[in-house]
């Protein structure tokens, strides 16, 4: 049986040192998951995880250009961990949540911040500041295989060459295995989801021009350059 539309190609990531790639199925993003950031953005505490979804297709598989969105005058960087997932499950434990990780890579997560204000004050769902189009650039995955479970480490950005971002990953307020676990409950993971696992204190805009060089010690890096609007 033929299909009426042809078959897209499933968003995918580069494995780091090999020719071979990971395909996307689900972007999962954590809010709030530094307590510096937390408090930027008017939290206080360990409050339990909160989420929201990016579209594969909003990823941006090894940075790369990234053209500045539409409807927006308030264009943000946010630096995060990105964490893949080669085997799912359901109500996951802790203990077990790292053995479902393939690997990490470094990811920003644009936001269209004056779009997602305006959805928290009308009560609103946040999908237009959080996913559209080349809102998730991320670099290659580096295998767990090869560097282990990174639970710390440096975070960092760089906008223009300035330092905007420095944290550890050992700042996350609900760490990766517990992220895992805690999402496991919610949904059926499966293999090919990504969870963007928070960012540290220090978000701001950019305009196109900026040229963004985001890293973590011992995952990797990427960079970015913000484009004029298509």
Known sequence: MAGTIPVWTP?????AGTADTFPVRRIFCVGRNY???????????????????????????GGGNVHYPPKTANYHYETEMVVALARGGRRIAVADANAHVFGYAVGLDMTRRDLQQWGKDHGRPWDFGKDFDE?????????AAKIGHPAKGAIWLRVN???????DLSD???NVPEQIAYLSQYYTLEPGDIIFSGTPAGVG?????????AGIDGVGELKAKIMPAL
Do not use: N, Y
């Open 135 to 143: 809102a998730a650039p991320c670099g290659a995955l580096a295998p």
């Open 11 to 15: 968003p995918a990531l580069a494995i």
């Open 35 to 61: 307590v510096e950031h937390q408090k930027e953005m008017g939290g206080d505490g360990r409050e339990a995880p909160f989420w929201f979804i990016k579209s594969a297709h909003a990823l941006v598989a």
């Open 161 to 167: 060459g300035k330092e905007r971002q420095k944290a």
């Open 172 to 174: 996350m307020i609900w």
């Open 205 to 213: 805009p950019v305009q196109p021009g900026d040229e963004l060089h």
